[in-house]
């Protein structure tokens, strides 16, 4: 991110809306409020680690684990696993997150399951996703992959080398609502990030914001946040 785009950025912030978040600060304060010392945390799609390396020392134990190991990987522990098939014991973990994930799969009942299997009663999962009602991201998904990844290398200045193509069109809330097995939804909220990258798109983005803040526009913001929690069976 451009240092000197996000400072007038956040000059903007300041003027318009001093309670904006973006969304990355939405879901690093949403982590936060789940770790604590002695609990475990196991990021799924971790991608470069850098979740683990920036918020893993808040708990007693964190892991990040993807598909393929990043070529820029930032910090360990990490475990190179597949989503369907993770290398964790029944219910080891307190926290399990999914950053941008969710969209990149087609069986989503069974990815989230096996997120359901690894969590402790009473344990929560963490998941940020785009939202296909977002006209944005509505017309990113109709543009083929190939095409897609360089625009977001031109838009974004972003390494698109572990870009993965979108597996499916599922509407977020139905979407959490009706795949979640032993696992209800506590928390559900729509998100609109303002990418700094280029000054032009966090104007187009936050300008979105703003004309989304009132509460049936909301749905129709580029991202939801969704926590799941394991329910406890008292015999």
Avoid at 27 to 46: E, F, H, M, N, T
Avoid at 70 to 86: E, G, I, N, S
Avoid at 162 to 180: A, C, D, E, S, V
Wanted: aromatic share 12%; charged share 20%; hydrophobic share 45%.
């Amino acid at each position: 991110m451009n240092d000197d785009n996000r400072c007038w950025a956040d000059r903007i912030i300041r003027k318009t809306d001093p309670t904006y978040k973006i969304r990355a600060d939405v879901y690093k304060d949403l982590i936060l409020s789940y770790l604590a010392p002695r609990k475990v945390w196991i990021d799924i799609g971790c991608g470069d680690n850098s979740m683990i390396m920036d918020l893993g020392h808040y708990t007693g134990l964190a892991i990040g684990t993807d598909v393929k190991q990043h070529t820029q990987l930032v910090c360990t522990p990490f475990v190179c696993a597949d989503l369907f098939d993770l290398p964790f014991a029944l219910g080891s973990a307190d926290l399990v997150t999914l950053r941008f994930v969710i969209e990149h799969i087609q069986n989503v009942p069974k990815g989230i399951a096996e997120a359901e299997r690894i969590l402790k009663p009473g344990g929560h999962v963490l998941i940020i996703t785009t939202n296909i009602l977002n006209p944005f991201i509505f017309f990113a998904r109709l543009v083929p992959f190939r095409y897609k990844k360089k625009m977001i290398r031109s838009m974004y200045d972003a390494d698109i080398s572990n870009i993965q193509p979108t597996g499916n069109w599922l509407n977020p809330y139905q979407m959490l609502k009706r795949n979640t097995g032993g696992l209800e939804l506590t928390h559900f909220d729509f998100v609109q990030d303002a990418n700094c990258a280029r000054k032009w798109l966090f104007l187009l983005f936050y300008s979105w914001h703003l004309l989304t803040k009132w509460s049936n526009l909301k749905l129709l913001r580029t991202c939801v946040v969704g926590v799941l929690k394991k329910k406890v069976i008292i015999n």
